[in-house]
């Protein structure tokens, strides 16, 4: 019996073409709306959804960035003290706004400038989590230029 080895990067590349292909077509419509099961908060401006038609071995999941807005960082990746602070409270909006929801879509844009992640919006009720997180100041406008410091 003859074994099968498969070139996982050849994989990867494959799959990472199928999808920009997919997520091209969708900006050139300014962003279709597709349903989507929410999985995992990130932070205030990721969140995980399910993407069940990803081939395997691959993890049925990918990560949406919140597209034109940039929220405060938490963890180890915050600058100062006040900035850990603010990113845990627009983490805690963003999962509110996510747990209130019942009806949860997304916009498909881009792929993120690191890979791994996709751009867009979240929907939810209708509502867009960037002009939500923009309104209530946990969030401001971004678009990939050098960023603000939360920490000022």
Same mark, same amino acid.
């Given at each position: 019996?003859?074994?099968?080895?498969?070139?996982?990067?050849?994989?990867?590349?494959?799959?990472?073409?199928? %999808?920009?292909?997919?997520?091209?077509?969708?900006?050139?419509?300014?962003? %279709? %709306?597709?349903? &989507?099961?929410?999985?995992?908060?990130?932070?205030?401006?990721?969140?995980?959804?399910? &993407?069940?038609?990803?081939?395997?071995?691959?993890?049925?999941?990918?990560? =949406?960035?919140?597209?034109?807005?940039?929220?405060?960082?938490?963890?180890?990746? &915050?600058?100062?003290?006040?900035?850990?602070?603010?990113?845990?409270?627009?983490?805690?909006?963003?999962?509110?706004? =996510?747990?209130?929801?019942?009806?949860? /879509? =997304?916009?498909?844009?881009?792929?993120?400038?690191?890979?791994?992640? %996709?751009?867009?919006?979240?929907?939810?009720?209708? /509502?867009?989590?960037?002009?939500?997180?923009?309104?209530?100041?946990?969030?401001?406008?971004?678009?990939?230029?050098?960023?603000?410091?939360?920490?000022?």
């Amino acid at each position: 019996m003859k074994k099968v080895f498969i070139d996982m990067k050849k994989v990867f590349v494959f799959v990472a073409l199928v %999808v920009l292909a997919t997520f091209a077509g969708a900006k050139e419509k300014s962003g %279709v %709306v597709y349903d &989507a099961v929410l999985t995992r908060i990130i932070d205030g401006d990721t969140v995980a959804f399910e &993407a069940k038609w990803l081939p395997d071995p691959l993890k049925k999941e990918l990560k =949406i960035r919140v597209y034109g807005v940039d929220t405060p960082e938490k963890g180890w990746r &915050a600058k100062c003290p006040k900035e850990e602070v603010m990113g845990q409270k627009a983490s805690a909006f963003t999962k509110k706004m =996510i747990n209130n929801s019942k009806k949860r /879509q =997304i916009v498909l844009l881009d792929w993120d400038k690191f890979g791994g992640r %996709v751009l867009g919006d979240v929907l939810l009720d209708g /509502q867009s989590l960037r002009e939500a997180l923009i309104a209530n100041g946990y969030a401001r406008p971004y678009f990939g230029d050098k960023k603000q410091s939360w920490c000022d």
